[in-house]
């Protein structure tokens, strides 16, 4: 089983509306965790982090942890068709000292807006 | 400001056929990673370097060498190409300190395939 799990998708949703993407995973000792923006045949780029439980928004995104559950959630409103990638979660189980910023992805979930 | 640039874009190896893949970054990053991505695997870590000199090994590090002389730069080397490791290869950077370590920013990949 991978420590981190994420389904694949393909997603595809008409503009507008709200998207759901979603991880779970099996390491208790995962602190924080990231999500990543794939534009086909270009490298990642971070969307956003967050550490611990919560939420954390940033415009029309924004990010879930339920550390209990171990299943954490990335929302976009008003989906756009710019909004169309891959989208990768990522965690890790600390900042700095050992960790040196290993992080471990998921599968990433395809993600098509349609006008 | 290029970022994070990767040479060459795209490969064909034989078996048994060695290669050198080299990513450079002009942000004065401490860290530097190699990441290999398969389709419905995500992204999984090969070598990464905390700094000029020093390597350590990631997930999938067999098959795998690297060299860290430079700070800028990070070589990713193939001995002996096997079919396996056909993939496209991202290098990322970013900086030592607390969760900059997570804002990794990738290159645009090296689409490798073996024959």
């Known amino acids: 089983q991978k420590e981190v799990e994420q389904d694949p998708g393909p997603l595809s949703v008409p503009e507008g509306a709200i998207v759901s993407l979603n991880c779970t995973y099996s390491n208790s000792a995962f602190q924080y965790f990231m999500w990543y923006r794939q534009y086909s045949r270009k490298g990642p780029e971070l969307l956003m982090y967050?550490?611990?439980?919560g939420n954390k928004e940033d415009g029309r995104f924004t990010a879930q942890v339920d550390k209990s559950s171990k299943y954490i959630s990335l929302f976009i409103r008003d989906s756009q068709p710019s909004d169309s990638a891959t989208y990768l979660c990522?965690?890790?189980?600390?900042?700095?000292?050992?960790?040196?910023?290993?992080?471990?992805f998921g599968q990433g979930t395809i993600l098509t807006v349609h006008p | 400001n290029a970022g994070v640039t990767q040479t060459p874009k795209f490969r064909v190896l034989k078996t048994g056929q060695s290669m050198t893949l080299l990513c450079a970054q002009d942000?004065?990053?401490?860290?530097m990673y190699w990441y290999r991505q398969d389709p419905g695997m995500g992204l999984r870590l090969i070598h990464y370097s905390v700094g000029e000199g020093t390597t350590a090994k990631g997930e999938v590090p067999d098959g795998y060498n690297v060299s860290r002389l430079k700070k800028q730069n990070f070589l990713l080397g193939l001995e002996s190409a096997a079919p396996s490791q056909t993939s496209v290869y991202f290098c990322?950077?970013?900086?030592?300190?607390?969760?900059?370590?997570?804002?990794?920013?990738f290159g645009p990949g090296t689409r490798l395939t073996v024959t």
């Open positions: 990522a965690m890790s189980g600390s900042a700095g000292g050992t960790s040196y910023g290993k992080l471990t």
């Open positions: 967050t550490y611990s439980s």
């Open positions: 942000m004065n990053h401490e860290y």
């Open positions: 990322a950077s970013s900086s030592s300190r607390g969760v900059k370590v997570y804002e990794q920013y």
